[in-house]
């Protein structure tokens, strides 16, 4: 079992950029796919990334690509989500989710783990 306790969120104005990070309990982090995933008022659960358990392979949502980056740190147990030229759209509180399956996973019931989220606010 593993817990998960994303931080980072906070109000930031539209182009600014914001480093979200996700600590990981446990010894067994590097057997994690890790992801992040989003939700906005009144909308579903959206993917955002995620990243293999050896940090080979990454992958994003066409709407953040290019402008996020994910990325993981075993020897800290955390995962990491920077995010740049943030827009309003962005709003959304980010939880991170923790999953053994290897493959680069999109939908949020494929992961077992979550955190209780963090909230991101972009203003215009």
């Known amino acids: 079992q593993v817990q998960l306790v994303e931080s980072g969120g906070r109000l930031v104005q539209a182009g600014g950029s914001l480093r979200l990070s996700c600590a990981a309990s446990?010894?067994?982090?590097?057997?994690?796919?890790m992801g992040w995933f989003r939700q906005a008022p009144g909308k579903e659960r959206e993917f955002v990334a995620a990243i293999s358990r050896s940090e080979g392979s990454t992958y994003y949502a066409d709407s953040v690509k290019a402008r996020f980056t994910i990325a993981r740190d075993n020897a800290k147990n955390t995962v990491y989500l920077q995010m740049n030229s943030l827009k309003p759209e962005d709003t959304a509180v980010y939880y991170c989710?923790?999953?053994?399956?290897?493959?680069?996973?999109?939908?949020?019931?494929?992961?077992?783990?979550w955190g209780q989220g963090t909230q991101v606010t972009v203003s215009s």
């Open positions: 989710a923790a999953t053994r399956r290897g493959a680069m996973l999109t939908r949020s019931f494929e992961y077992t783990y």
């Open positions: 446990g010894r067994t982090f590097s057997s994690y796919t």
